[in-house]
Structure formats: structure tokens, C-alpha cells
């Protein structure tokens, strides 16, 4: 493969929150029953346009030597070449993910995200991934 070629990564998406979004929906159904049906069309339309935003508008993209991570359709630019390891987590945190099988990025230096925390994302297919992060960057240290 290239390594200027585009690759994309789809966050992977947890059944658990499928089943949350779903109980959500009835919720609004439940309590907007008393309510006029363009009151909870509004609201009730409203909150499902953003929940499906919020899960399928996460994605990552290597791109040369970038990592791009969209959240909400924003972009988060990160240089491939200050990656200093990668590893495979399982975590609740709320980070650009939507499944608790994430990867973990550490920089080689603060300045990148402005913290010491590392980047944590949810690709679907975590070892293609780390292996195209790799293949971009040798230095990598993949766990």
C-alpha cells in the first residue's frame, strides 16, 4: 500500500449504546404522549438527528503522515511521525469513540494535544489500524 494513500477507520459502535439511544427514543415517546405532535416532533426529532450525529459522525483517516480524527464532522489533525506508542484499551472514557474497544495513542511530546493524557479512539478494525499507523511510522511502539 501506498503510503500517501487516503485510508479511512469507522469508529466502532457499541451494541450497549444502540440500546441506550433506542430506550432513549422511547422515552421522548412516553413522555411526549400527553403533548402536542408538533412539540414532540420538534423535540423528539431534534434529539434523534443529534444522536445520529453524534454516532456517525466519528472517524478516523491516515492520510500521508496525518491522523485526522472527525468528531461531530469536525476535524483533529495529530502528526503520524510524534506518535510514540500505540495499545489496545477497553474504557469508558468520553473520548472520539463510540465503543469501549479502543486504541490508545501516546505523543512523543505535550505539545500535540496540549495535555499528557493520551488520544483514545474507537476504530472498528483495531489491528488494521495500529498496522497502517506503523507502516507509516516504524518508530511506533505497538502493545
Not at 414532540?40 to 456517525?56: C, D, N, R, S, V
Not at 483517516?61 to 472527525?70: A, S
Not at 465503543?99 to 493520551?118: A, N, Q
Amino acid at each position: 500500500m501506498n503510503q500517501n494513500s487516503k485510508t479511512i477507520y469507522r469508529s466502532g459502535i457499541d451494541l450497549w449504546l444502540g440500546s441506550m439511544i433506542f430506550l432513549a427514543l422511547i422515552a421522548i415517546f412516553v413522555v411526549s404522549l400527553g403533548v402536542s405532535w408538533w412539540f414532540t416532533l420538534l423535540y423528539g426529532g431534534g434529539l434523534t438527528i443529534l444522536i445520529a450525529i453524534a454516532m456517525f459522525g466519528c472517524w478516523y483517516e491516515i492520510d500521508g503522515n496525518q491522523l485526522t480524527v472527525y468528531q461531530f464532522f469536525r476535524p483533529h489533525r495529530f502528526p503520524i511521525d510524534k506518535i510514540k506508542e500505540v495499545k489496545k484499551t477497553i474504557g469508558y472514557l468520553a473520548t472520539a469513540g463510540m465503543s469501549r474497544h479502543r486504541v490508545s495513542i501516546k505523543f512523543v511530546d505535550r505539545s500535540v494535544m496540549k495535555s499528557s493524557m493520551p488520544l483514545e479512539i474507537s476504530p472498528k478494525d483495531r489491528d488494521a489500524f495500529i498496522a497502517r499507523l506503523c507502516q507509516v511510522n516504524p518508530e511506533i511502539i505497538a502493545r
